[in-house]
């Protein structure tokens, strides 16, 4: 499944695809020197990148 790019306004707490509404699970990419916060759905596994880095590890 491919990864979204969402941009988030006042809140994302709704699925965009599946419309589940409670929430996400996050994972964390390593890209560049850090990680990339990724959203996924828990109901229907879609994934969002929401462009939040971190540089843990
Ligand atoms: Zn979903």
Not at 22 to 51: M, N, T, Y
């Amino acid at each position: 499944m491919e990864t979204i790019n969402k941009k988030i306004d006042e809140e994302f707490s709704v699925c965009d695809t599946c419309g589940y509404d409670r929430g996400f699970h996050v994972s964390f990419v390593k890209e560049g020197g850090g990680f990339q916060a990724v959203l996924i759905c828990p109901e229907c596994g879609q994934r969002f990148r929401v462009g939040w880095a971190t540089p843990l590890g």
